[in-house]
């Protein structure tokens, strides 16, 4: 698999840097969105993402903000619950993928964390024929608002199981989904995945959605807009 360091460009032409696994022929490309205060060097994404590359699936860790943006939002924490502006970089980068040669024709999974999740599932909305399979992961579906019951892509909601409030919160966005929706929980897992298995299990369900038999859309074609 090829990777490599990517810059591309934002809706108002900010420079977004993004790592890129080019997927094996005929496969998918998974865009991950990260989570409040993190970046694509997320330790927990990069290892989820290790996990997708293994089964031929390509990757695109993006950093949603740019470093002006970012340092300042470590100052004031302004930008990591903007989900207007999450979401805007998501779709940047889910348009930039189909601008490319390379990667024109892959089709695209999103794979949101945390706050990341509301984003990707407002990408969801916005690209409902380029997107087509979303995993979010302790994620915030309850910031995505009115499009949440705009996305067409089938969506897996992992959450640990010790992780009660935000497990509320995605079976109740679950019941406002009209698409197929499962809510994986994790046992003995807290918000962060941190304990032994808990993140291997993230890994698992994840590329078993992306991967999941009879999905030819997700896994083979020509994809567009």
Do not use: K, Y
Request: hydrophobic share 45%; glycine share 8%.
């Amino acid at each position: 698999m090829i990777l490599e360091e990517v810059v591309l460009p934002a809706r108002d032409g900010s420079p977004l840097h993004a790592d890129l696994a080019l997927p094996a022929e005929g496969r998918a490309l998974v865009v991950f969105a990260h989570g409040s205060g993190s970046s694509r060097r997320s330790p927990r994404n990069r290892a989820v993402a290790a996990a997708l590359q293994e089964s031929g699936l390509g990757t695109l860790l993006l950093d949603l903000l740019t470093e002006r943006e970012e340092r300042r939002d470590l100052l004031t924490a302004e930008h990591r619950f903007d989900i207007d502006l999450l979401s805007e970089r998501v779709i940047a980068a889910v348009d930039w993928l189909a601008d490319e040669p390379a990667t024109r024709r892959a089709p695209v999974g999103l794979f949101g964390a945390s706050t990341g999740a509301a984003a990707a599932l407002r990408a969801a909305a916005d690209r409902p024929v380029r997107v087509q399979s979303v995993v979010c992961r302790g994620g915030r579906p309850d910031l995505t608002g009115e499009a949440l019951a705009r996305v067409a892509a089938p969506v897996l909601l992992v959450v640990g199981g010790e992780d009660p409030e935000v497990l509320r919160l995605n079976r109740e966005a679950a019941e406002r989904l009209r698409v197929p929706c499962h809510v994986e929980v994790v046992p003995g897992a807290g918000h962060l995945f941190e304990e032994p298995g808990a993140l291997e299990h993230v890994a698992r369900a994840a590329r078993d959605w992306f991967l999941r038999p009879g999905d030819d859309a997700f896994t083979a074609g020509d994809a567009e807009r």
